[in-house]
């Protein structure tokens, strides 16, 4: 079978689809990627219009809260627009037959119905709940099932949702005769498997979700990464801290500052710090001897040897960290981040603070209860088991060949 994929062209939703992109073409499948420049070495095929999402990506590492929400929402909304526009000639000019679609790039599924193609929810990031049974992903509240709460959550969530959507996009509904409440879309997801990498267990508990949603466990693919040069010859051995604010929220020097003072405070530790492509190392000032300063960092191999990550609460790397069994330590930014971090604090796998609390004084404090709690790190090992045997991708690959209705070796 050939499908396709569309996704937000960003890292954090090309890295996970990719690597269950490969799953599914080592069963035999052939897989491309529509409206991407690139995707880890598979077929792409750009849209005809500019890539807007990463032209706005230094404007959106210097944001915040909403404002950060806003940016990508309204760019996002005008990309989805174009993929109405080209959809169909892209999939008669492709072959693809079936799509998997990341929900995080709004409403391309009215895309699909259109076309009349089967596809797949496939989330990605934190996975979307429009029925208001758990916080919506972009607060950190934790989760109650109070009255009060309930009523709370669904109306946040309403709110937020018309972030996500233009007059564009109402527009192509209404005339494609789809429902119009576009405020509480979960009826745009697929019918037929709706998959999240979250596993189960990291989730809050939630009997509502319809029966084609399935968990599954993190989408890593290390073979599937890039290359990156490391300096590992400059490990020290001592117990090592790796930092990383993902690929997006990384323009602002003052925050990486602030992680390294708050790590110099641990003399007996070594700095890892991952700053990304919007800052040059020699911004981040003055750093103790022993610390490691790259725009890039070879995330999964340090990973094995870290012993607490600092983290942005973006979903690959808290997935990541627990993959290896490391606790996390996380300043969420945007996005579905507080969300993310709420669970790090219910399931006890690391601390969290709000980023307005960053100051190397209290990253310093927190570091020290996550270093010397063992709670925290017995609980990551916990998940850890919990991921290695489930494989959450070979789950992910079975499920989207029995909604495609397909056989492999696999599912025969």
């Keep these: 079978m050939k499908i396709g994929?569309?996704?937000?062209n960003l890292p954090g939703h090309i890295n996970p689809m990719t690597a269950l992109a490969r799953q599914l073409q080592e069963r035999g499948h052939e897989v491309v990627f529509l409206y991407s420049s690139s995707a880890n070495g598979f077929p792409c095929i750009p849209g005809d219009k500019h890539d807007d999402m990463n032209t706005n990506r230094p404007e959106m590492s210097m944001l915040e809260g909403n404002e950060a929400l806003a940016l990508y929402c309204?760019?996002?909304?005008?990309?989805?627009?174009?993929?109405?526009?080209?959809?169909?000639r892209l999939l008669d000019k492709t072959g693809v037959e079936a799509l998997l679609?990341?929900?995080?790039?709004?409403?391309?599924?009215?895309?699909?119905?259109?076309?009349?193609?089967?596809?797949?929810?496939?989330?990605n990031a934190l996975y979307i709940d429009f029925s208001g049974?758990?916080?919506?992903?972009?607060?950190?509240w934790p989760h109650e099932t109070t009255p009060e709460a309930l009523t709370r959550n669904l109306?946040?969530?309403?709110?937020?949702?018309?972030?996500?959507?233009?007059?564009?996009?109402k527009s192509y509904a209404k005339e494609l005769g789809f429902k119009t409440d576009l405020d509480h879309p979960s009826w745009v997801f697929s019918e037929r498997a709706y998959i999240t990498q979250l596993p189960k267990e990291f989730d809050f508990q939630h009997p509502l979700l319809p029966p084609q949603f399935h968990y599954t466990g993190p989408f890593h693919d290390a073979k599937a990464r890039p290359t990156v040069d490391f300096p590992w010859g400059r490990l020290t051995g001592e117990p090592l801290i790796y930092a990383s604010m993902g690929t997006i929220m990384n323009g602002r020097s003052d925050v990486f500052r602030a992680i390294a003072a708050g790590v110099a405070k641990h003399k007996d530790t070594q700095l890892v710090l991952s700053i990304g492509d919007r800052l040059n190392p020699k911004e981040i000032g003055p750093v103790p001897s022993n610390a490691i300063v790259v725009n890039h960092a070879p995330q999964l191999e340090l990973l094995k040897?870290?012993?607490?990550?600092?983290?942005?609460?973006?979903?690959?790397?808290?997935?990541?960290?627990?993959t290896e069994g490391v606790p996390q330590l996380a300043i969420?930014?945007?996005?579905?981040?507080?969300?993310?971090?709420?669970?790090?604090?219910?399931?006890k796998t690391g601390v969290t603070m709000s980023f307005a609390d960053l100051t190397p004084e209290h990253l310093s404090t927190l570091l020290d209860e996550v270093l010397n709690c063992p709670t925290y790190r017995e609980n990551a090992r916990e998940f850890q088991k919990i991921i290695g045997r489930?494989?959450?991708?070979?789950?992910?690959?079975?499920?989207?060949?029995?909604?495609?209705?397909?056989?492999?070796?696999?599912?025969a």
């Design 5 to 8: 994929c569309i996704c937000p």
């Design 74 to 88: 309204s760019v996002a909304a005008k990309e989805t627009e174009a993929i109405f526009k080209s959809l169909p």
């Design 101 to 123: 679609l990341d929900p995080i790039q709004f409403f391309v599924e009215l895309g699909a119905m259109k076309s009349q193609i089967p596809y797949v929810t496939v989330a």
């Design 133 to 140: 049974y758990t916080p919506a992903g972009i607060f950190g």
């Design 155 to 169: 109306e946040a969530i309403t709110q937020a949702v018309r972030f996500c959507y233009n007059e564009g996009t």
């Design 305 to 322: 040897r870290t012993s607490v990550c600092i983290t942005h609460a973006g979903l690959n790397t808290v997935l990541e960290s627990l």
């Design 332 to 347: 969420p930014v945007t996005f579905e981040q507080p969300g993310i971090a709420a669970r790090i604090a219910a399931k």
């Design 390 to 411: 489930t494989n959450g991708l070979s789950m992910a690959a079975d499920i989207v060949e029995r909604a495609f209705e397909v056989k492999t070796e696999s599912t």
